[in-house]
């Protein structure tokens, strides 16, 4: 007798819990499908994983996904200190490197700064010197000053109390702080020991005795107006030798008296030169040790070799007309000491490239405010 078959059938009441789990299974799937792909989009955008994963437990995906990329964001919805209330100044503060960014902008709002005030704060100073001002006490005149645009936050007092003593205009004021008029001469100086082919060196700003160039190279004897060799920086000689070069050409003879001054010799001249001259000449002519350009390598003292006296001499002539087309300014002119802080060298030229030179000429302005205004980042 054949066996029969048994249908094994699950009782209804079985069948449920399987369903129930199969559907919460379904459920969680399509929500990890759904949160990942959320994931990805944000990132997509420019948030990293930390900052999308709060972006959307904060159920803030359709705002973020409205605003697009923003970097201030980004950093806030990472960061611990993120703030409700300060979600939509966040999406309009400008996103400045710092580890305490957004602590920073919550202390800031807090105090009643306004969302542009916000951005001038922290887009001139770094993250400590905006950490320290972001404890102070609201204050003003953040606009007046801070709008320049080579203002620094730190340096904010200092330009109040300027304006308030010489009653200058905001941008004058950023400027002339910048170049620590508000010092004395040679009174706390910033101490330089890195070679930097752009360096600015004034009464306030000095080379250390280890400040040496990395690249120096012998003028050529023929070019020399002095006894001995005369160093300077590679890239410096090419440019000379092009000038020379193009002046040769309409029968001028450009030389070299000075180039590159060690530390040591420095100090050195300044014994010599007050011997036999005093204090007072040294003040205006001689640069104290460390304070002198030529320790650069980047400043030559050019003659003409006919004549003795430069400033009487076609060469003198010729380099006030040209000297920036091969990259070289004339270092201390006539019209600007109270900018240098040194009477006219008509024969010291700074080599700085051919862009600066240009725009030097052009604009009838020093190295000195060039560098404050483009280059002291």
């Known amino acids: 007798m054949p066996q ?12 449920k819990p399987l369903i129930i789990v199969g559907a919460i299974i379904l459920v969680i799937i399509i929500i990890l499908s759904f949160y990942f792909n959320r994931i990805g989009e944000l990132k997509n955008l420019g948030y990293n994983e930390e900052a999308a994963k709060n972006i959307i437990f904060k159920f803030k995906y359709s705002y973020v996904m409205d605003i697009g990329e923003n970097k201030t964001l980004n950093a806030a919805f990472e960061s611990v200190d993120y703030k409700e209330d300060n979600l939509d100044n966040y999406a309009k503060i400008d996103y400045e490197e710092g580890e305490h960014l957004i602590t ?3 202390k800031l709002l807090n105090k009643g700064y306004s969302v542009d ?10 993250d400590e010197s905006v950490s320290d001002f972001a404890k102070r006490d609201k204050v003003k005149y953040i606009e007046e000053f801070l709008s ?6 730190e340096n904010l007092d200092r330009y109040v109390a300027y304006k308030e003593k010489e009653n200058d205009d905001a941008e004058t004021t950023v400027l002339y702080v910048n170049m620590d008029f508000d010092k004395e001469d040679y009174v ?8 930097d082919d752009y360096v600015l060196v004034n009464k306030h700003r000095q080379l250390s005795s280890e400040y040496v160039p990395d690249d120096l190279v012998t003028i050529d004897e023929e070019y020399v107006k002095a006894d001995g060799e005369i160093e300077i920086e590679r890239n410096v000689a090419k440019a000379f030798y092009d000038m020379a070069e193009a002046a040769s050409k309409e029968g001028l003879e450009l030389m070299v008296s000075s180039g590159y001054r060690s530390y040591k010799d420095q100090e050195e001249i300044v014994n010599t030169y007050l011997g036999l001259y005093g204090q007072n000449y040294v003040d205006n002519y001689v640069a104290k040790p460390g304070f002198s350009e030529h320790q650069t390598a980047m400043s030559l003292d050019i003659a003409s070799k006919s004549v003795d006296t430069f400033v009487n001499s076609d ?12 990259g070289f300014i004339l270092r201390y002119p006539r019209s600007k000491e109270d900018i240098t802080g040194y009477k006219c060298e008509a024969w010291h030229y700074r080599y700085v490239g051919k862009k600066i030179a240009k725009y030097i000429k052009e604009n009838n302005i020093t190295y000195d405010e060039y560098y404050v205004m483009f280059l002291d980042n």
Do not use: C
Request: net charge neutral.
């Open 117 to 126: 005030e916000v951005n001038l704060i922290i887009s001139k100073g770094d």
């Open 315 to 326: 060469e003198y002539a010729w380099m006030m007309d040209n000297a920036y087309k091969y």
């Open 4 to 15: 029969q078959r048994v249908k094994l059938k699950l009782k209804s009441s079985a069948r």
């Open 188 to 195: 706390d100086p910033l101490v330089i020991d890195e070679f």
């Open 104 to 106: 920073n902008i919550n």
């Open 148 to 153: 320049v645009d080579y203002a620094k936050l």
